[in-house]
Nanobody
């Protein structure tokens, strides 16, 4: 069992930056691929980024977002730069057995989300 708790969301102006963090508890954190999803109002939840031995990003965030993990601290982060109003969403931390499964939305554990609002 893995529990995930996100933090770092908030209100930011377009062009600004935010860093989201996800604290994981439970055993075997380092064995999981970790990632981030987001869900905007009225839209389906979508994959944003994933990390295991490699990283993968949605096309909409490539070059602007960077995912990283610290296995010693059981944490995963999402650095978000050059934010746009379209990035406004609830952001969810997720764990799965592989990045490819994350990319397909096959998630074993979810956090409860943190809200990011980007004003124009």
């Amino acid at each position: 069992q893995v529990q995930l708790v996100e933090s770092g969301g908030g209100l930011v102006q377009a062009g600004g930056s935010l860093r989201l963090s996800c604290a994981a508890s439970g055993r075997s954190f380092s064995t999981y691929a970790m990632g981030w999803f987001r869900q905007a109002p009225g839209k389906e939840r979508e994959f944003v980024a994933g990390i295991d031995s490699y990283t993968i990003y949605a096309d909409s965030v490539k070059g602007r977002f960077t995912v990283s993990r610290d296995n010693a601290k059981n944490a995963v982060h999402l650095q978000m730069n050059t934010l746009k109003p379209d990035d406004t969403a609830d952001y969810y931390c997720a764990a799965s057995t592989s990045v490819s499964r994350l990319n397909r939305g096959l998630v074993d554990y979810w956090g409860k989300g943190t809200l990011v609002t980007v004003s124009s």
